[in-house]
């Protein structure tokens, strides 16, 4: 026991304070650290659906005008995409529009999750003019 100016010990009430202050600090930085990894899988979800859409995206647009790959109606897969193996719920519809072009509307989400989706629109032409 440290014997302070006045000769008196260190009491059972300052322990107990210095306690409460110990544990307050620990709780708070273990919620610091579950906020941080709820943020984490958040943003790991939303960087997945992004990737998702953007591969979708490019596989449709690497194909012929007429493959029937893009022919008009709607479509719905479900993917994972790394790292983590995450779920991904994909569905579009591909439409024939006017002047020889397809509108394809792409939407993903989290597989298995009602939460908000992310949405792509793509126009692809079979012919763009670029001939002299």
Same mark, same amino acid.
């Given at each position: 026991? @440290? =014997?302070?100016? %006045?000769?008196?010990?260190?009491?059972?009430i300052? &322990?107990?304070?210095?306690? &409460?202050?110990?544990?307050?600090?620990?709780?708070?930085?273990a919620?610091?650290?579950?906020?941080?990894?709820?943020?984490?899988?958040?943003?790991?979800?939303?960087?997945?659906?992004?990737? $998702?859409?953007? %591969?979708?995206? *490019? !596989?449709?647009? /690497? @194909?012929?005008?007429?493959?029937?790959?893009l022919?008009?109606?709607?479509?719905?897969e479900?993917?994972? !995409?790394?790292?983590?193996?995450?779920?991904?719920? *994909? /569905?579009?519809?591909? $439409?024939?529009?006017e002047?020889g072009?397809?509108r394809?509307?792409?939407?993903?989400?989290?597989?298995?999750?009602?939460?908000? *989706?992310? &949405?792509?629109?793509?126009?692809?032409? =079979? %012919?763009?003019g670029? %001939?002299?």
């Amino acid at each position: 026991m @440290r =014997r302070g100016a %006045d000769g008196r010990g260190t009491g059972l009430i300052e &322990a107990v304070a210095a306690l &409460a202050v110990g544990l307050v600090i620990a709780v708070g930085a273990a919620e610091m650290m579950t906020l941080a990894l709820r943020a984490g899988r958040r943003g790991d979800l939303a960087a997945a659906v992004t990737r $998702a859409i953007v %591969d979708r995206l *490019e !596989i449709l647009k /690497s @194909r012929p005008f007429g493959d029937p790959a893009l022919a008009a109606g709607a479509y719905a897969e479900t993917v994972r !995409i790394e790292p983590g193996a995450i779920p991904i719920a *994909e /569905s579009w519809e591909i $439409a024939d529009e006017e002047d020889g072009q397809k509108r394809i509307r792409l939407r993903a989400r989290p597989a298995g999750s009602a939460g908000p *989706e992310t &949405a792509a629109l793509l126009f692809i032409s =079979r %012919d763009l003019g670029f %001939d002299p």
